[in-house]
C-alpha cells in the first residue's frame, strides 16, 4: 500500500493532540497518532497523517513528524525554513508546548473522531503501558529501525486478507487516477 505523507494534516493532527493531552512528551504523542492513523485506516480506508512509522525500541515513531519536531528542537540537519516554531516549541528536549491549536479546516470530522479516540483510550496510559500496547504484531514483525508496512499495520487495526487487498487495489486506482 503506498500512503502519501501529507504535511498540513501532520501538523495539525500534532496540534490537535499535544493541545488535549495532559502529558505532551513525543512518546505519548507519537503513539496517539500512531493509534489515530491506524484506526482512521480501518475504519475509513486511510491513515490521517500518511507519515512512515519506524518501528524504533520504545515503539512505532512517525518518521516525518519526528524530524519536524527535532526542525523545531534544533536538532535536525535542516532548518526551520517552514516556520516550525511559529506552531509550536519543545521544552525539555522532549516536550512540545502547542503555540497555537490545530487549524479546525484541516482535519475532517472523521479524523478529529479518530485522533479524539485515541486520545480518549491511551492518553492516560504510563509511559509502560502504551508502549506495551504499541508493541503489536506490525511493530513485532518489522525489523528494528525500519518503516512498519501499512498492510501490517491494517492487519493490526482487525482488517483480514480481503480487506487489505480491497484497500490496495484503490490506492493503486487513485494513484492511477492522480
Known sequence: MKIEFDKSK???SLLYVANRLQRKDFHKIFKILYFADRQHLADWGRPITGDTYIAMDAGPVPS???????IVRGDSYLPDMEGLSDFFAIDNWMYVCPLRDANPNQLSKTEKESLDSSIARYGSLSYDEIKEKSHDIAWRSTAKDFSIQWDDIAREAGLDAEDVEYLNEMNKLQIALS
Do not use: E, S
Open 10 to 12: 501532520a501538523l495539525n
Open 64 to 70: 516525518r513528524i519526528y524530524d519536524m519536531l527535532k
